[in-house]
């Protein structure tokens, strides 16, 4: 492991169970993230491998198969689903052919660099509809949401008895789905609240500092929405991919079981520790989230209790 340049200036908000010395892979859930096109193959990468330095014990990205070579390149471990593809996005086979392969995941996430195509959106209603697989929807995924205006349609709503539904907007991606301005940040929160209060969903309103809204797991009687606000992470992460990389940590962490509220909130604190060490080993303006995703391997121990 590099040497560490920083520490956590506060402890993370929850924490992983240690493992045991006979763990094995299957300990770890099996997750899968499902994105990617022609020209943003890199996206869908780095939310896929994010999920394994986040611990996960098997990923696979289901991918257009035009670049399925692209995305299996990025790393061995990762196991790869080549699914229908138009010149350069899903194609409207591409659910049918998917949804036979969900059955034994612990989670899906969906969304970066996928596209909005006709293929994307089977994928997204097909993916919403299925209420037994924690699922996080972020990117193009969202952008889908809000083009399609599911999120009024109450039959999409997630019961404490149903798998979570996790969304991992940006301030533009939740104006675009709530009309509450990216440069309000107390507009989004409510809008956030009100996503959780509607539909049961939980939702990371990303940004500097990022929050996360939803209900703590437990008492079904307990209505409270919790608002709770990031202590790590920094400006330099504003740039291409970093997000997608939180996808991956949130996918990975949910197939971890952790329920929603956990798992994004440790999510959302461990990629910004691993975004401020990057920023002490390289530089604000130099670091990539190459750098963010590679120094998760350094300090994903962090997430877990000795
Ligand atoms: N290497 C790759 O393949 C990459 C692919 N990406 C994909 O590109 C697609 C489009 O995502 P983008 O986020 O780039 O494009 P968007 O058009 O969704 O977001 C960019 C715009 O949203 C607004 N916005 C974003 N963050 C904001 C903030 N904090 N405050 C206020 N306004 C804000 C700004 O107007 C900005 O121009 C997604 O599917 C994404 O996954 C990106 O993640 C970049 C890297
Ligand atoms: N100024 C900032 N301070 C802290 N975190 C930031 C800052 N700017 C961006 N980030 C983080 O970087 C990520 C950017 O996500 P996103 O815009 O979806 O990137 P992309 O889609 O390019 O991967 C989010 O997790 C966000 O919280
Ligand atoms: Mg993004």
């Known amino acids: 492991m590099s040497k560490l340049l920083t520490k956590a200036a506060s402890p993370p908000p929850v924490q992983l169970p240690s493992r045991k010395q006979s763990a094995h892979k299957g300990n770890f859930g099996r997750v899968l993230l499902v994105g990617g096109s022609r020209g943003m193959a890199g996206s869908i990468s780095l939310s896929s491998i994010a999920a394994l330095h986040a611990g996960a014990g098997l990923v696979s990205a289901a991918v257009p198969d035009a670049v399925l070579e692209s995305v299996a390149g990025f790393h061995p471990a990762l196991m790869t689903i080549p699914l229908p593809c138009d010149s350069a996005e899903f194609s409207q086979l591409a659910w049918s052919e998917l949804r036979s392969r969900l059955s034994d995941l612990s989670a899906v996430g969906c969304g970066p660099g996928m596209g909005t195509g006709a293929g994307s959106r089977l994928l997204v209603k097909g993916l919403l509809s299925q209420k037994k697989l924690p699922l996080v929807l972020d990117a193009d995924a969202i952008n889908v949401l809000s083009m399609e205006g599911w999120l009024d349609d109450e039959q999409f709503a997630r019961s404490d008895e149903d798998a979570p539904c996790v969304l991992t907007p940006h301030p533009g991606e939740l104006q675009r789905l709530t009309n509450a301005s990216a440069k309000d940040v107390s507009a989004q929160l409510q809008a956030a609240e009100e996503l959780v209060r509607r539909l049961n969903f939980t939702v990371v309103v990303k940004g500097g500092p990022s929050h996360v809204v939803g209900r703590s797991p437990g008492d079904a009687n307990d ?26 940590v949130v996918t990975s962490l949910l197939g971890q079981g952790l ?17 401020d060490e990057s920023a002490a080993r390289h530089s604000y303006a130099g670091m990539t989230a190459l750098h963010v995703l590679e120094t998760l391997a350094d300090i994903a121990d962090e997430m877990t209790s000795d």
């Open 223 to 248: 209505t409270t929405i919790q608002v709770w606000q990031n202590t790590t992470g920094n400006p330099g992460m504003a740039t291409a991919g970093c997000g997608d990389v939180l996808t991956g």
């Open 259 to 275: 329920d929603a509220m956990a798992a994004a909130q440790l999510a959302v604190w461990v990629h910004g520790r691993s975004g």
